[in-house]
Every structure is written in structure tokens, then in C-alpha cells.
Nanobody, 117 residues
Framework: QVQPVESGGGSVPAGGSLRLSCTASGGTLHGSNVVWYRQKPGAECLMVSTTSPVGQTYFTDFVEGRVAIPFDNTKNTVYLWLSSMTPEETAVYYC???????????WSQGTQVTVSA
């Protein structure tokens, strides 16, 4: 079974940029819909973006215009690149395969992102 694994989290100053990685343990991301989420403490799991197997992308309003999700075929990795980050975006970020699901933030470890003021 393919299990997505997130990495790349850490601390970033307000206004800075961050690149997160989503790789696949036990298989490939090819042919899958890849969804990025984020969850603040005590808050719901929010979808950030989706990428279809043919490269169609969807971004939620709160990241539109400052986000990119390139797919590196050679590394079997999908990236989430965010710029102009704000402290309100401090959260644990997750990636998952398939259709968007509000429980996706419970399926993997995620990677912590902290944006400092």
C-alpha cells in the first residue's frame, strides 16, 4: 500500500517561503490525485491544494497566487511551495492520495511548519 510521507517543515520568518515534500513509501505517486492539507491545533483539517494524475491543479483561496505544487518524476515527489507566509499559517501540513477527505490529517505524521512574526 502506498503511504505518503511528508518532510521539509521547520521555521520560517513571516514573509518567507517554504518548500514541503511528499514522497511515497511502498509505491509511486504516479496516477494518484495528491492533496495537501494543513491543520492548526484544535482546528479542522483544511485542504490547501490538489493535483490530479494529469497535472490539473486546484488551490484554495487562502494560498492562491503564492503557491506552486511541482511534481518531480525522477524523485517520485510532489512539492508544496508557499511564499509570503504569515504566522497564521503555522500548522502541521499533510499530504494524502485520493479525493479530498476531512480525516486525511489523521492518516500520516505530517510536517510542522512554524511561521514567526
Amino acid at each position: 500500500q502506498v503511504q505518503p510521507v511528508e518532510s521539509g517543515g521547520g521555521s520560517v520568518p513571516a514573509g518567507g517561503s517554504l518548500r514541503l515534500s511528499c514522497t511515497a513509501s511502498g509505491g509511486t505517486l504516479h496516477g494518484s490525485n495528491v492533496v495537501w492539507y494543513r491543520q492548526k491545533p484544535g482546528a479542522e483539517c483544511l485542504m490547501v491544494s490538489t493535483t490530479s494524475p494529469v497535472g490539473q491543479t486546484y488551490f484554495t483561496d487562502f494560498v492562491e497566487g503564492r503557491v506552486a505544487i511541482p511534481f518531480d518524476n525522477t524523485k517520485n515527489t510532489v512539492y508544496l511551495w508557499l511564499s509570503s507566509m504569515t504566522p497564521e499559517e503555522t500548522a502541521v501540513y499533510y499530504c494524502a492520495l485520493g479525493n479530498p477527505n476531512s480525516y486525511a490529517c489523521t492518516w500520516s505524521q505530517g510536517t510542522q511548519v512554524t511561521v514567526s512574526a
